[in-house]
Each structure stands twice: as C-alpha cells, then as structure tokens.
C-alpha cells in the first residue's frame, strides 16, 4: 500500500514503515487532486520478500472455495488490488489461485502504476492467462459502483492508513460489489526486538501514536474494520501476519528502523537526541546480524454475502 492519507513529513507506507519520495511525478504538470508523497520503488522491492513470506497462507484455502463457487465463475476472475504499489500483491497471489485473471491496479502514483504493470504476473496457478490494467484515483472515493463485476477485492498495508470514515467506505464498496476482500499486512502496534532496548517501548509507544495522528486509526484498524463489516453482514476471518526479520534481512531492517525512529521522533520530538543514538546503535545490531526485529500484523478475509453483480 502506497496510499498516505497525510502528506508531508516522514511519511510511512503503512505496515512497515518506509522511506517515501516527496518529489511531485513531473509529467503531471504540476499539483492536482492526486499528488501524494512518492514511496520509492526500491523500498517497497525491498520489503517484498518479507511480505510474501509474512502473509497468511491458511487464508487461501477459504478465498479458493469461495471464488471456485462464485456467481459468474465461467467469465474468470478480475480481481482490484487497491493501492497496488509496485504490484506486489498480484505477485504473489495471482500464481496461488487457478483460472484466467484480469487484475484492474488501483494506486494514486501514476510512477507506481508503471511499476507495477511492467512487474505484473503472466500466469495463474493453473496456467491460465493474467492480464492487468491500472487505474488511478483515491481509496476514499471508491464506490461499489467502481467494483462491478469485481471477483475479488485485494489490499495491503491499507487499513492502518485508513480513517474510520475511509474504511466505512471501503467496507460499503466491497459488501455492496458482494465480493470478497483479502487485505493484508496492516499494523496491529506490536513490535518485538532482540536483545531489548531500554528505548524499544518508548519508542514504539510514539511510532504507534504517529499511526493514529489526526483521525488514522493505525493499530486500531483491522478491529474497526472486522466491526464494520460485520454489521454489514460479511463473515470474517484473520490470521497473524508478523514479519520476522534476521541476519539475512539486515539491509530491510535498517531501512525499517530508520522509518521506525523517524515517525516515532516526529510525533515526540524530544527523543531526538536521544532517538539519534538508539537508531545508530540498533542500525549496527542490524548491520552485524545481531538483531531480530519481529513487526506483528494482521491478514483479513472478508466474505459478504454474494450479488448479482459479483463476477
């Protein structure tokens, strides 16, 4: 997920805490409804190993049934993956699931977007062709109108971005389409570090009150979201979904901590000198792959009843 709600400042891509580009995309001629801090494609390449191997794959199986009993099964699947990033979603499931699969990639970074369609999976599970379009424009002003005829509705790292007013819209678009909703990787305000840090609690207790500056619902997200589409009628299953971060993930964890730090700091600014020393004692942890980071987060299935619009 690409998506920030706030510009400006250090601005985190969500789940795991980034290192976005703040330049405006050139070839849109200056400011427009759109602009939003940039996130790098390095950095969200970076973080792409660590997501796949962090969602929850017992989530499959219920997803499969689901789409293999679907109204309109005979047409194949088109699936819309919001804030779509570099494609990194349709990476890893579109190999995981059978059946031709169109996927519409959904972002408000016209940069990503080429990204993401230049990276996007040929093959489903079964052989079948993929294929994909892009469209861009605001998780806010989505519509179920904007999902008719979706199979499936995909996201990560969105919820913890999202105010409550945002995900009430999302949860009316997806129950009302009568799809299914597979949102990954949001933050539930859990990080484990080892060896502990006398800094590690505070710290994290500020990155986590940055997550829910002005109206974000940040670790509160992924209950507020289970609550609301609930009360719309949809089943929902989660399932943890932590990053677990060793020697092997250095480079990853030091751009993490940097993001990490940085957001804590900006919401207390007097940790700063205090916060500089941490980041580069813990960036050396990390460095000599004397550091393990464990960044909990949650993976929601969401099962509303179906329509006859669902595909």
């Known amino acids: ?12 891509p969500s789940a795991s805490f980034g290192v976005p580009q703040t330049e405006p995309d050139p070839a849109s001629g200056g400011p427009d409804e759109f602009e939003v801090p940039r996130y790098a494609p390095q950095w969200l390449q970076l973080r792409e190993p660590a997501d796949a191997a962090a969602r929850a794959h017992d989530l499959l199986d219920p997803l499969r049934i689901r789409l293999a009993n679907r109204p309109g099964r005979a ?36 940069y990503l977007l080429h990204f993401a369609t230049v990276g ?7 052989g079948s062709r993929v294929t994909v379009t892009t469209q861009r424009g605001d998780i806010g002003r989505l519509t179920p109108d904007a999902l008719t005829g979706a199979s499936l509705v995909t996201a990560s790292a969105l919820l913890d971005v999202l105010t409550a007013e945002e ?24 990080v484990e570090l080892t060896p502990g840090h006398p800094m590690d609690r505070e710290i994290g207790d500020a990155f986590n009150a940055h997550q829910r500056r002005g109206d974000l619902l940040g670790p509160d997200a992924v209950e507020v979201a289970r609550e609301v589409f609930e009360r719309l009628g949809a089943s929902v299953l989660t399932r943890p979904s932590p990053w677990r971060l ?3 993930q ?19 600014p007097d940790l700063e000198a ?17 550091l393990r980071v464990t960044v909990q987060h949650s993976d929601m299935l969401v099962l509303p009843r179906p329509t006859g619009g669902a595909g």
């Open 1 to 12: 997920m690409t998506m920030s709600t706030t510009p400006g400042g250090p601005q985190m």
């Open 75 to 110: 047409t194949g699947l088109v699936v819309h993956d919001l804030g779509c990033g570099t494609g990194s979603m349709g990476r890893w499931l579109a190999p995981r699931i059978d059946g031709a699969q169109h996927w519409v990639l959904h972002d408000r970074d016209p």
């Open 120 to 126: 996007a999976p040929r093959a489903a599970a079964d």
């Open 167 to 190: 995900i009430d819209t999302l949860a009316a678009a997806v129950v009302g389409a009568g799809c299914p909703a597979l949102l990954t990787l949001s933050v539930v305000g859990s």
């Open 246 to 248: 060793g020697a092997g």
């Open 250 to 268: 250095s480079e990853l964890t030091r751009e993490w901590l940097r993001g990490w730090v940085g957001a804590a700091v900006e919401q207390r």
């Open 274 to 290: 205090r916060a500089d020393t941490y980041l580069r004692d813990r960036s050396a942890a990390a460095a000599a792959g004397e």
